[in-house]
């Protein structure tokens, strides 16, 4: 049973449909795996979120995110409050965190 309760941005699920929709164009095997990664880590994250590093992004405040990397080149991006886990974005790591492509 989940030690922690995840509660989801509302980007979250936008972020989610564009990266499975993204990855189905190329490979539906990849967009498959993406969704069962997806799924893999959320599990992990609601056991024991203090197991993920904080995210050292200069683009984020300092010391509030957690990352949980996933799926080769994805990252959740969350904040722990009590027994409350906030998600608040999964990104593509070949992205910075406004949206453009490196």
Known sequence: ??????TLS????AMLLQHVE???RVSVPAARKFRQDYADI???ISNNPSL???DTDLNLPEG???????AERYKALFSVENNVV????VVDCRQ??????R
């Open 1 to 6: 049973m989940a030690k922690y309760a995840i």
């Open 64 to 70: 509030v995110y957690r990352k949980a990397l996933f």
């Open 52 to 54: 993920f590093p904080v």
């Open 22 to 24: 993204f990855l189905a």
């Open 86 to 89: 906030f998600l608040d974005a």
């Open 96 to 101: 910075d965190l406004s949206g453009q492509q």
């Open 10 to 13: 509302r980007r979250v699920d």
């Open 42 to 44: 959320l599990k992990r």
